[in-house]
């Protein structure tokens, strides 16, 4: 029941079929803003608003245990629509920025909430069947918003009407998902139950191991209103975690322990900076697309097709996606070099959208750009959480995307930002590409001092035997 109620709060929040049309809605007389204030001086307010509350919203989100993160962020989204549908004026808009980056940085509990109520042995499960619920609803949006402005002719304000009509169910949804019990860092279960937990995964074949009757479910795992069968041993446990403080200051020791634990492998860190370098460009990227879509071909002179290019780049990103899982090679020997060939492909791809100025051209590479980047980071994705924890993998993955939004909002405070150089979309995208074919030249000179070493080794170990 968790599942399916997280699963549809997922999709009802991702159809949302105004957005692949969100530029010409600014820029149209709804709201009627310049191409600088929207591209200059708006836009860059949610990379900042994502940065600063990316950390208090990680610690928050544990330390509430997920579900009320789970609904500020379908009220923030809903507050982001409404104010799409009514305000006015660039202050405004810039408000309602903020309120969206709010709701993107509390993402985050939305994928880790499934982890405090369900079984150790469904993760990899229910972890495909959230992230499929937001895809094929992201999808819907867009096909939807397409059909809606292309065929049957209705207005971007009734397509932001239906977003808000969407994010509403999803917000109603969020409020039936169960209170967990237990949290990654901050409501810790007790040692034994975790050595339980640990034991339910069979590493040969992926079924559980029952050595122990409370395997199945741990305490929270299970509805309030049953009453478990050895009451006494769990009332006690629960007024141990009552009397039991938490306390903010050993949390943050530990997750810095773990922080230097992790990074510490060479492995680690290479996914990682390649995760962080190039999140950065593919967020600046598909922030501003719609920008340079709309410079290359203007939307009030023709007719656009943002939503279904939106929908075939997330589509054929996801049939990228499933075939690199059936991929077998070595990536500690070879990954520092794919990582670079495909960064150079993506440099490309970014160029050719900038200096060819044709729309169709514009959408192919569009398309092309998101699908490298969706089995790239994929990869990086399965590399990093191979060796890990539940617990790591979170960290891991919040301290990357901590520094990509830093890095973004470096680049977005230079080259985007009004009071920085505020440069023309054209220039931006000829930056992005350069910094995509810099990424890929490190890491080919990396990849390639990394195979020199390891048939360096292979020789001496060779020659003494």
Same mark, same amino acid.
């Given at each position: ?336 070099? =794919? #990582? $670079? !060939?495909?960064?150079? +492909?993506?440099?490309?791809? %970014? ?7 044709? &729309? ?43 520094? =990509? #939004? $830093? !890095?973004?909002?470096? +680049?977005?405070?230079?080259? %985007? ?7 023309? &979309? ?40």
């Amino acid at each position: 029941l968790p599942t399916a109620l997280l699963c549809a709060y997922g999709f009802f929040c991702s159809v949302r079929p105004s957005e692949p049309f969100l530029t010409r809605y600014l820029l149209g007389p709804h709201k009627n803003l310049s191409e600088t204030q929207v591209f200059n001086e708006i836009y860059p307010v949610w990379t900042y608003s994502y940065l600063a509350l990316l950390f208090p919203v990680f610690l928050a989100t544990d330390y509430l245990r997920y579900k009320p993160v789970v609904l500020l962020q379908g009220l923030s989204l809903i507050v982001t629509w409404f104010m799409l549908l009514y305000a006015q004026g660039l202050r405004a808009v810039q408000f309602l920025e903020f309120f969206y980056g709010m709701g993107t940085a509390t993402d985050v509990a939305y994928y880790s909430y499934i982890y405090s109520v369900v079984d150790v042995n469904l993760y990899q499960k229910v972890t495909s069947y959230c992230r499929s619920a937001t895809l094929v609803g992201y999808t819907v949006g867009s096909v939807s918003g397409q059909v809606l402005v292309s065929v049957a002719g209705w207005s971007l304000f009734s397509l932001n009407v239906i977003s808000l009509t969407s994010i509403s169910i999803a917000f109603g949804t969020a409020w039936f998902l169960p209170m967990p019990q237990k949290s990654l860092f901050f409501h810790h279960v007790s040692s034994q139950q975790l050595s339980w937990e640990m034991k339910v995964m069979d590493c040969k074949n992926g079924s559980a191991v029952q050595d122990h009757p409370n395997v199945q479910r741990a305490p929270g795992w299970e509805d309030e209103t049953k009453v478990p069968l050895n009451g006494e041993g769990h009332s006690a446990e629960k007024q141990s975690m009552r009397e039991r403080k938490v306390d903010i200051v050993k949390v943050l020791k530990d997750l810095w322990w773990d922080f230097l634990q992790c990074y510490s492998s060479q492995t680690m860190l290479c996914w990682s900076v390649w995760w962080a370098l190039s999140t950065c460009g593919y967020f600046q990227v598909i922030n501003y697309a719609q920008g340079l879509w709309e410079m290359v071909l203007p939307s009030h002179s023709t007719e656009i097709y943002n939503g279904a290019v939106e929908a075939a780049s997330t589509l054929l990103g996801a049939v990228a996606v499933f075939v690199v899982g059936h991929i077998k090679t070595s990536w500690a020997m070879w990954g520092e070099v =794919a #990582l $670079a !060939l495909f960064s150079f +492909l993506i440099a490309a791809a %970014v160029y050719i959208m900038d200096t060819v100025r044709n &729309i169709w051209v514009c959408y192919a590479s569009y398309v092309v750009f998101r699908i490298i980047y969706m089995l790239l980071i994929t990869i990086a994705t399965f590399q990093i959480a191979t060796n890990l924890s539940v617990e790591r993998y979170a960290l891991v993955f919040g301290v990357n995307t901590f520094i =990509a #939004l $830093a !890095l973004q909002t470096l +680049l977005t405070l230079i080259v %985007v930002d009004a009071s920085g150089l505020g440069l023309d &979309i054209f220039t931006q995208f000829m930056i992005y590409a350069s910094y995509f074919a810099a990424i890929s030249l490190v890491f080919l000179g990396s990849g390639i001092y990394s195979i020199m070493r390891a048939y360096r080794r292979q020789e001496q170990v060779q020659s003494r035997s």
